[in-house]
């Protein structure tokens, strides 16, 4: 990439912004963010794993190994112990106790955290009436397809050369619209025109996906 490269459009950044962070165009600290994200894409690039996500997940499970960590699949957590301010104990759903003898981490939601794992008794007052205000941000739905060749942008072969495409409106308003809906757990109709029209037509032959 380039050094010299920008985002040049206000479509553009809007889009950085929405993918980047879940936030609207018109969110505060919205254009801020764009520009953090897009500096960042500038200055290492869209990284691709060789061979696939997957691979993440193989190394991640490689270095807690070569560290004496454990895999542990179908082991739901029923709750949490805590004495004296930390984290003493975790209860599996099958009865099981792991004392603790250290940091514990959790990537769960914090509904889940708060309300089901730690309880109210444990969590506090305070900290419980602020979780259950909780205002959840917008979650990503991802297809991913095996094409037997590239797809055909309207927008030209500059659309091949990115990482990733993201279809939407063609306009701010359209993607500020998008965020409302979704904000109100209505159906999208914003850009949907437009996302279907973004592809050019293949010709008779049509595209198959690997299964």
């Not at 962070?21 to 869209?46: E, M, S």
């Amino acid at each position: 990439m380039s050094g010299d490269w920008k985002v040049s459009s206000t479509h553009d950044r809007a889009l950085w912004n929405w993918k980047g962070a879940g936030l609207a165009p018109d969110d505060a600290l919205g254009a801020n963010f764009a520009w953090l994200f897009a500096a960042a894409v500038q200055d290492v690039g869209v990284s691709i794993v060789k061979g696939g996500m997957h691979n993440v997940s193989r190394a991640l499970v490689a270095e807690l190994k070569a560290h004496g960590g454990e895999i542990r699949v179908n082991a739901g957590v029923k709750s949490i112990a805590v004495e004296k301010g930390r984290a003493a104990s975790v209860t599996l759903e099958g009865g099981e106790v792991i004392a603790l003898d250290g940091v514990l981490a959790s990537n769960v939601d914090p509904r889940h955290l708060i309300l089901d794992l730690l309880g109210e008794a444990q969590a506090g007052e305070s900290v419980t009436a602020k979780i259950k205000r909780y205002d959840w941000g917008q979650s990503f739905f991802g297809l991913y397809l095996a094409l037997d060749r590239p797809v055909p942008y309207r927008a030209g072969p500059d659309a091949d050369q990115s990482g990733y495409v993201h279809l939407g409106g063609p306009s701010l308003d359209d993607l500020a619209e998008t965020f409302a809906q979704c904000r109100k757990h209505q159906n999208l109709e914003a850009g949907a025109g437009e996302i279907a029209g973004a592809c050019q037509s293949v010709g008779p032959a049509p595209m198959t996906m690997a299964s």
